[in-house]
């Protein structure tokens, strides 16, 4: 079982940075990939970006590609979204999600292949 909290969303402007942090506990959290999504009140939860548990494979939504990076430190049980260069379109409740695998480099983007949510972080961005 893992319990995961998000932290890091706030108020920026655009252009501007955000680091988002989701702390898990548990001592298996290397063996979870894990994800993040964001959702809108007009939106369904969409998929953002993916971690493999061994932190070799990523992979990301196309509208944040090369502006977003997913990463984690599992002796931390942590993992990271960077988000730079945001825009106003960024503007969600962001989730953390984690996934027990054995496969070392399987990274996931539906919500359903998911087993375990944070109740996530509010990102603003102002244009």
């Known amino acids: 079982q893992v319990q995961l909290v998000e932290s890091g969303g706030g108020l920026v402007q655009a252009g501007g940075s955000l680091r988002l942090s989701c702390a898990a506990s548990?001592?298996?959290?290397?063996?979870?990939?894990m994800g993040w999504f964001r959702q809108t009140p007009a939106k369904e939860r969409e998929f953002v970006a993916a971690i493999s548990w061994n932190g070799v494979i990523t992979y990301y939504t196309d509208s944040v590609r090369g502006r977003f990076t997913i990463s984690r430190d599992n002796a931390k049980n942590t993992v990271y979204l960077q988000m730079n260069s945001l825009k106003p379109e960024d503007t969600a409740l962001y989730y953390c999600a984690g996934k027990n695998t054995a496969d070392l480099y399987g990274v996931y983007v539906h919500t359903h292949n998911y087993n375990y949510w944070g109740q996530g972080t509010q990102v603003t961005v102002s244009s």
């Open positions: 548990g001592r298996t959290f290397s063996t979870y990939a």
